[in-house]
Each structure stands twice: as C-alpha cells, then as structure tokens.
C-alpha cells in the first residue's frame, strides 16, 4: 500500500531535453525521502505478461523492445482510452516514499491524475532544439510528431526548468524543487 506523498513532482519534456539527467540530480538531492516512479514500467510488465514476453528486456534500450514498440504503443493507447489513469495508479501502489518523482508523464492525463489526487509540481524540463541535437537528438519522423510525443505541447506546466547547459542555474532550479520538497516534509 503506498504512502500518502507529501509533494509529486511531476517531470515531462521533449527528447534529449535532460529528464533522466535532472531526475538523477534529484535522486542525488533527496536520497531517502524520494521514490522514483516510471509510467512505462507497470505498461511494459503488463503487455510483457499479457504477450508472454520477457518484461526486463523490454524495459531496457535492446533491439527487444524496438520489435514490440509499435504493437506495445498501440496496445497501451486502448489501455489509456478505457481508463486514462490505469498505468498511474499501476506505478504508485508500492511508493513507499514521502516525495514521488514520476520522470516519464506523456499525456494530460498523466498530469490531471497527479494534480487531481496528491500535492503536486509540474515540471517542464526545457532545452533549444540545437542544445538536444548535441546530446544527439535526431528528428524522427513517426515519434517527434506522434502523440506520445507532443501531447503536452501546450500544456502549462508549474515550472520550466532551463537546462541548456548553465550547470550553476540548473542547480539553483533544483534546489528550489528541493526547497518546496523539504518545506512540505516539515508541515
Ligand atoms: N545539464 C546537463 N549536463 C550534462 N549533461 C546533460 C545535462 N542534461 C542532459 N545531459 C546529457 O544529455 C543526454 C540526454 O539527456 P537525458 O537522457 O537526460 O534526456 P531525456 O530527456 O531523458 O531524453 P529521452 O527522452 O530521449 O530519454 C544524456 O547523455 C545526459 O547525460
């Protein structure tokens, strides 16, 4: 049974724009009091099971998972359309932390599910497109354009975090989520 979480931060951006990287700053920041939670993990051991696949490799970057993704997209869109919070509900049920941090939200119903049950801090991790192409981003056609992708184009996040590559004003973004983090903890 999970815990009631005292702050969700809830982390999307495009491809390349650091997600994984501020997810691991925080990690570093809020050690024990943070749970990292992941969207995709309950869709991937589900339509692993469902399938008879092996759900580890479909949760890591091999060649595996790239022979399943279309079906596996397609497979969790009918999911989400039955129940748009089914995969949300799936990663919180063990959190077992005070903070939760959810790394991979895609769509608004990702982000109307958190701020609708729990305190919550939206997060829109930004970077220019040609700051992405040096960490190696490469438009795709089918994935930059598709759903999964732009579905929180216009959506308003609470906070856009700049990461460009000023490590002094990423850091002083973090600390600023720490701060709300530590502030909820004491209440
Ligand atoms: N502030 C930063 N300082 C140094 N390296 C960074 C920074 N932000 C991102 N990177 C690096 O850029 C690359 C892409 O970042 P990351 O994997 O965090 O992006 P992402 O948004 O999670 O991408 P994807 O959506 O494709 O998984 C990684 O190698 C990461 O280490």
């Known amino acids: 049974m999970a815990l009631q979480p005292v702050l969700v931060i809830v982390l999307c951006g495009k491809r390349k724009s650091g997600k994984d990287h501020v997810a691991e ?16 993990k309950p869709l991937k051991e589900q339509y692993a099971k469902e ?29 989400r359309d039955r129940d748009p919070a089914h995969f949300c509900r799936l990663a919180t049920a063990e959190a077992d932390k005070p903070v939760w941090l959810v790394c991979d939200a895609r ?35 089918g994935v930059d354009n598709a759903p999964s992708e732009c579905a929180l184009d216009d959506y308003s996040c609470q906070m856009l975090l700049s990461n460009n590559g000023d490590n002094v004003m990423l850091t002083q973004q973090l600390e600023q989520i720490c701060d709300l983090a530590f502030s909820k903890l004491k209440l």
């Open 25 to 40: 700053r925080l990690k570093l920041m809020l050690k024990d009091v943070l749970a990292v939670l992941q969207l995709s």
């Open 51 to 79: 399938h008879g696949l092996d759900a580890e490799r479909l949760l890591d970057s091999s060649s595996y998972k790239e022979t399943y993704r279309r079906d596996m997209i397609r497979w969790g869109e009918e999911r």
């Open 107 to 141: 769509r608004p119903t990702d982000m109307d599910y958190f701020t609708s049950h729990y305190p919550t801090l939206t997060v829109k991790v930004c970077a220019s497109e040609d700051v992405r192409k040096e960490r190696g981003w490469v438009w795709t056609d």
